[in-house]
């Protein structure tokens, strides 16, 4: 009996630090692991997420409905037919001719084949359409999506509402704080504030103030909350390709890394964002 109760605590100890190896040892290899990048909008308890190449694509399509003045519903409506069309990616083929976020035809009026790829020109193709469509603001994302795209398969937009409206929510700064990113840290040097300089003049156009460079750091001045809130979501989304590693605004920091989540430091104007740049 005595040698039957020692080989039971043999047995338990021995499986005790088997698993306490087997938890170091998975420790270990997760933190060698590379983790996933994403961006994540947050809204009303809706996530909707995205990889960093999507997450970029969502912002241009609401950065450019914001400089035209557009409601986020527009926005809402872009995003959802670019989810289903190309699942937010700048697609160089597809149906037919098809090309693009929204996979526009060439041979149907929507510009040459490298007009259609640059997504610039294709969202403010679709949003040149979508505002010729009276009362589209109230019409469902089915409906309004299906008048500029005549797709065969319409009622397919109606599943990417819910990520489209947080994702709109967030990108065109009516939810603060909303959209973030898990991204890794970039190189030091691998920052392009002219870039940023160039992007935000350009997309931001007369809703902000043209940045101001000085070193490895960009301020942006805006006009209201909304706007600041815009521009550092769009920052944050576009910050693994401009190598950002921080965004302030209104008291937040966002900063690249595993947390990726929006840090309330309670310092920081509400009259400009600044980007810090590696």
Known sequence: MRKLAITVVVVAVVG??????????????????????????TVSGHQATLDPEQAANAALITALSV??????????????????ESKLYNLEGGDRDSLGLFQQRPSQG???????LDPVHATDAFYDALVK?????????????????????PAAYAK???????????????????????????????????????EIG??????????????????????????GWAVAHYVVAEA?????LKVSYAGWTWSTGKDGDWKHTGSGSARQVTVTFA
């Not at 990108?171 to 991204?183: N, Q, V």
């Not at 350009?202 to 706007?227: E, K």
Request: glycine share 8%; net charge positive; aromatic share 4%.
């Open 110 to 116: 929507w510009g040459t084949r490298s007009q259609v």
């Open 67 to 84: 400089r035209r003045g557009l409601p986020a519903r527009a926005a809402t409506i872009a995003l959802a037919t670019a989810m289903q």
């Open 160 to 198: 990417h509402e819910p990520d489209a409206r947080a994702l709109a929510s967030a990108l065109t700064g009516y939810s603060p704080h909303a959209f973030a990113c898990r991204i890794d840290v970039p190189d030091t040097g691998a920052g392009h504030p002219a870039a940023l300089r160039k």
């Open 133 to 153: 469509i009276p009362n589209y603001e109230n019409l469902k994302i089915t409906v309004a999506a299906q008048k500029v795209q005549r797709s065969a398969y």
């Open 16 to 41: 005790v630090a088997a698993f306490a190896g087997l938890r170091s040892l998975t420790g270990r290899l997760h933190s060698l692991i590379p983790q996933a990048e994403d961006c994540t909008a």
């Open 202 to 227: 350009s997309l931001f156009d007369g809703v902000v103030d043209a940045p101001v460079v000085r070193g490895s750091t960009a301020t942006i001045g805006v006009p209201s909350a909304t706007a």
């Open 240 to 244: 693994q390709r401009l190598g950002v």
